[in-house]
C-alpha cells in the first residue's frame, strides 16, 4: 500500500519561505515520478512543480524563480522548497506519484498520477 504524507506547511507572511516535504512509504520501485499541485478555495487545482525519473524539474510559470522541487538521495522524500511567498500561493499543497517516467511532457497530467497524499495547508498573509 502506498502512502504518501505531506508535511511543512503553515501560515507566514508574504516574503517568507517554507519547505514542504511529502514521505512516500510502499513503493516497489524507487525512482518515481512525481510532482506537487495546489489547490485554492473556489479555484481548479493547479500543477506547481514536477520532477522526473531522471531528477529533470519543470515548475508552473506562477511560481518560477520562487519554488523548486527536489527528492532526497534515497528518493523517497520529496521537498518543494517556496521562496519569496505571495498571498497567491495560499492554498491546499499536495504530492502526487506515478510509475518511472523520463520527460516533462504533459508534467503535470492527471494520467501520470496514480497517488496522492492528503495535503498541507500553506497560508501567505500579506
Known amino acids: 500500500q502506498v502512502q504518501l504524507v505531506e508535511s511543512g506547511g503553515g501560515s507566514v507572511q508574504a516574503g517568507g519561505s517554507l519547505r514542504l516535504s511529502c514521505a512516500a512509504s510502499?513503493?516497489?520501485?524507487?525512482?518515481?515520478?512525481a510532482a506537487w499541485f495546489r489547490q485554492a478555495p473556489g479555484k481548479e487545482r493547479e500543477g506547481v512543480a514536477a520532477i522526473d525519473s531522471d531528477g529533470t524539474t519543470r515548475v508552473a510559470d506562477s511560481v518560477k524563480g520562487r519554488f523548486a522541487i527536489s527528492r532526497d538521495l534515497t528518493k523517497t522524500t520529496l521537498y518543494l522548497e517556496m521562496n519569496s511567498l505571495k498571498p497567491e500561493d495560499t492554498a491546499m499543497y499536495y504530492c502526487?506519484?506515478?510509475?518511472?517516467?523520463?520527460?516533462?511532457?504533459?508534467?503535470?497530467?492527471?494520467?501520470?498520477?496514480?497517488?496522492w497524499g492528503q495535503g498541507t495547508q500553506v497560508t501567505v498573509s500579506s
Open positions: 502526487a506519484t506515478g510509475p518511472p517516467r523520463y520527460g516533462l511532457l504533459n508534467a503535470f497530467s492527471p494520467n501520470r498520477f496514480d497517488y
Open positions: 510502499g513503493y516497489t520501485y524507487r525512482v518515481f515520478y
